[in-house]
């Protein structure tokens, strides 16, 4: 299973970016989809996840009012939408994969197939 995540960028605060997550090789291998990002000096955390055949998005309380993640089984993609960003959102963000279906925000503990991560950035 591969995972290759793409979409960050340079924004100013209060503004919008979509990342997306493709999703290769023996992808029946996948129960769960997230995204996870880690800021300079912190330890990876967890954003969102979803179950890859079917079923709702879990979120990070503090996230789910500005985030979104969707699935697209036809494209073999997990998209991150993200909006009203805020300088602290400034993170390598990470999509990864999970062989069991979750509920709940998969943790990194779960994760079987790491992305290269994409960064990033938004400017006060």
Same mark, same amino acid.
């Given at each position: 299973?591969?995972?290759? +995540?793409?979409?960050?960028?340079?924004?100013? +605060?209060?503004?919008?970016? %979509?990342?997306?997550?493709?999703?290769?090789? +023996?992808? !029946?291998?996948?129960?769960?989809?997230? @995204? !996870?990002?880690?800021?300079?000096?912190?330890?990876?955390?967890?954003?969102? $996840?979803?179950? @890859?055949?079917?079923?709702?998005?879990?979120?990070?309380?503090?996230?789910?009012? %500005?985030?979104?993640? $969707?699935?697209?089984?036809?494209?073999?993609?997990?998209?991150?939408?993200?909006?009203?960003?805020?300088?602290?959102?400034?993170?390598?963000?990470?999509? +990864?994969?999970?062989?069991?279906?979750? =509920?709940?925000?998969?943790?990194?503990?779960? =994760?079987?197939?790491?992305?290269?991560?994409?960064?990033?950035?938004?400017?006060?």
């Amino acid at each position: 299973v591969q995972l290759q +995540a793409s979409g960050g960028g340079l924004v100013q +605060a209060g503004g919008s970016l %979509r990342l997306s997550c493709s999703v290769s090789g +023996a992808t !029946f291998n996948i129960g769960t989809v997230g @995204w !996870f990002r880690q800021a300079p000096g912190k330890e990876r955390e967890p954003v969102a $996840s979803i179950p @890859w055949r079917g079923g709702i998005g879990h979120y990070v309380d503090s996230l789910k009012e %500005r985030f979104t993640i $969707s699935r697209d089984n036809a494209k073999n993609t997990v998209t991150l939408q993200m909006n009203s960003l805020k300088p602290e959102d400034t993170a390598v963000y990470y999509c +990864a994969g999970g062989s069991r279906r979750r =509920v709940g925000v998969m943790p990194s503990s779960a =994760v079987d197939y790491w992305g290269q991560g994409t960064q990033v950035t938004v400017s006060s």
